[in-house]
C-alpha cells in the first residue's frame, strides 16, 4: 500500500471532526449567548468533534455535520425560507442520502416537519408550503437519480441504498441484535480488491421483515422501540448530569409566558433532535448515530441559563460559576473517552506489523471471532477477511465453508483452536502478547 491505513483513517476523521466543528460553531449565534458562555461553548463544541474525530472511524461526522448545515437552512421558524434555499436543501438532503440511506427519509422528514410547524404556529398557506415540499423532494430525487441507477446496475435493482434492509436484519428476531458479520459465517467478498464483506453488505443476504407480517413480530417491533427509548435515554443522561432538567427548562418554556423567540428557540432544538432519531427509534439507536443531540443539550442549557440570568438579575459571577459547571458537565465524558481512546487501533496497528508479512498478503482469511481487529489487520497486510465463524458451527459445517471459499489461513483469538474440529491446518504464527494463533490450511 502507498499509505498507513491507520494514519490516514485518522486524518480524513480529523478533517470530518474540522467540519463538523465549523457547522456546529455556526448554530452558537442562534442561541442568544453571552460572551463567556460563547467561549464555554465553542470549546465544548471543539471538544466534542475531536473527540469524535480521534474515536470513531465511521462516516457519521460527516452525516451529521450534513445534517447540521440541512438544520441551518431551515432555522429560522418565523421567516420565510428564502428561494435559494429551496435549491440548496434537496443539495443537502441528496448528500444526507448518498453517505447513509437513511438520510433520504430523515432530510425530507426534517424539511416536512418544518414547513409543517410554519403553517400550523403562523397560520401560512398550507398548499404553498406544501408546493415547496414537493418542489425539494422532487428536486433531491432528481440529483439521486443518477446514484440509484448506478446502484440498479450494482445490484440489479432499483435502490438509493441498502443500508436499510441490513439495520433491519440487525433487528431481527432471529438475529439477537448481532450484525450478520457475527453470526452468518464465511460468505463471499464483493469484489476482488475487497479486504471483507462489509464494503458492501449485500454478500450478508439480509431480509427486510415488517412488523405486520405477524402478531410476534409486530410486538418485537414494539419491544425494539422500547428498547431504543431506553437507550435514548441513557445516551442523553450520558452528555450531563442536568440533561433531563434542561429538558424539562426547554418544554416549560415552550408553554410559558415569554419572549417568542426564545420559545421558538427550545421548539427548534427539540424539533430537530425528534426529527434526527425518530427513524432510528423504529431500527436500532447508537451512540454516534445521535450525538449532535449532545451539541443541541448543551447549547440549549447555556441559553436556558443566559435567560434565567436576566430574568433573575443574577450577579455576573452567579452567571458565570452556573454557566462554567454546566459546561464541565458537559466536557467531562468527551474529554474522559478522548484520554481513554485517543490512540484506538493502535494496539492491532502493531499486531499486524509483527506478523510476518510473507505469512499474509494475498491470503483468504477467515476467523473464529473477533472479526473486527481480523478485518483491521487485513487492511494493514494486504489479505481479505471472508468472515467470522459462528460459535455454533459444526466441524462440518467449518470445513465446508473453509474449502468452498479456499480459505488460506485461519485466525484463532480464543482458547478453543481449529486443531480440535478436525480439520487439518499447521500453526504458522504466534503472537503471545495478543494472543493470536495463525493457522494455514492443509488442501487435500
Not at 445534517?67 to 435559494?84: H, N, T, Y
Not at 441484535?177 to 464483506?197: C, D, N, R, W
Not at 409486530?218 to 443522561?237: A, E, R
Not at 467531562?332 to 506489523?353: C, E, I, S, Y
Amino acid at each position: 500500500m502507498g499509505f498507513n491505513p491507520l494514519f490516514f483513517t485518522k486524518f480524513i476523521t480529523l478533517l470530518t471532526g474540522l467540519f463538523y466543528f465549523k457547522v456546529c460553531s455556526r448554530l452558537l449565534p442562534k442561541f442568544n449567548l453571552s460572551k463567556d458562555q460563547y467561549l464555554l461553548g465553542e470549546t465544548g463544541l471543539l471538544i466534542f468533534s475531536l473527540s469524535a474525530a480521534l474515536t470513531l472511524n465511521t462516516p457519521d461526522l460527516l452525516f451529521l455535520g450534513l445534517f447540521l448545515l440541512l438544520v441551518l437552512q431551515l432555522w429560522d421558524l418565523q421567516a420565510e425560507i428564502p428561494r435559494k434555499n429551496l435549491w440548496v436543501i434537496p443539495l443537502i438532503v441528496a448528500s444526507l442520502a448518498m453517505v447513509k440511506a437513511y438520510g433520504l427519509y430523515m432530510g425530507l422528514f426534517t424539511v416536512f416537519v418544518q414547513f409543517l410547524v410554519r403553517s400550523l404556529v403562523f397560520k401560512k398557506s398550507i398548499v404553498s408550503i406544501l408546493k415547496r415540499f414537493a418542489f425539494i423532494s422532487l428536486g433531491t430525487l432528481l440529483l439521486l437519480l443518477p446514484w440509484g441507477l448506478t446502484l440498479k446496475s450494482k445490484y440489479g435493482f432499483f435502490t438509493f441504498g441498502y443500508s436499510a434492509s441490513y439495520s433491519r436484519e440487525v433487528i431481527r428476531p432471529e438475529s439477537f441484535g448481532e450484525h450478520p458479520m457475527f453470526h452468518k459465517g464465511i460468505v463471499s467478498l464483493p469484489h476482488e480488491q475487497a479486504v471483507s464483506g462489509f464494503e458492501d453488505p449485500i454478500v450478508y443476504d439480509s431480509k427486510n421483515w415488517s412488523p405486520f407480517e405477524s402478531q410476534k413480530l409486530f410486538f418485537h417491533q414494539i419491544k425494539v422501540i422500547g428498547v431504543n427509548l431506553y437507550k435514548l435515554f441513557n445516551d442523553i443522561q450520558f452528555y450531563s448530569m442536568f440533561s433531563i432538567v434542561i429538558l424539562i427548562f426547554a418544554f416549560r418554556r415552550i408553554f410559558a409566558k415569554g419572549a417568542i423567540d426564545q420559545k421558538m428557540l427550545s421548539l427548534q432544538t427539540i424539533l430537530f433532535s425528534m426529527t434526527l432519531v425518530s427513524g432510528y427509534m423504529l431500527i436500532l439507536v447508537v451512540s454516534r448515530y445521535v450525538m449532535v443531540t449532545q451539541v443541541f443539550l448543551f447549547l440549549l442549557g447555556l441559553s436556558l441559563l443566559a435567560t434565567e440570568a436576566k430574568a433573575r438579575n443574577w450577579t455576573s459571577s452567579k452567571g458565570h460559576f452556573l454557566s462554567l459547571l454546566l459546561a464541565l458537565s458537559f466536557y467531562w465524558n468527551p474529554v474522559g473517552r478522548l484520554v481513554k481512546n485517543w490512540n484506538m487501533g493502535f494496539a492491532t496497528f502493531q499486531l499486524a506489523h509483527r506478523i510476518p508479512e510473507d505469512v499474509l498478503v494475498d491470503q483468504k482469511v477467515s476467523s473464529n471471532r473477533d472479526w473486527r481487529r481480523t478485518t483491521f489487520i487485513c487492511l494493514i497486510r494486504r489479505c481479505r477477511n471472508y468472515g467470522q465463524v459462528p460459535e455454533e458451527s459444526e466441524s462440518y459445517r467449518l470445513k465446508e465453508a473453509l474449502d468452498r471459499f479456499k480459505i488460506d489461513l485461519f485466525f484463532e483469538w480464543s482458547p478453543v483452536g481449529p486443531e480440535n474440529q478436525g480439520i487439518e491446518m499447521e500453526q504458522v504464527y504466534v503472537d503471545d502478547e495478543s494472543g493470536l494463533k495463525i493457522y494455514r490450511i492443509a488442501r487435500n
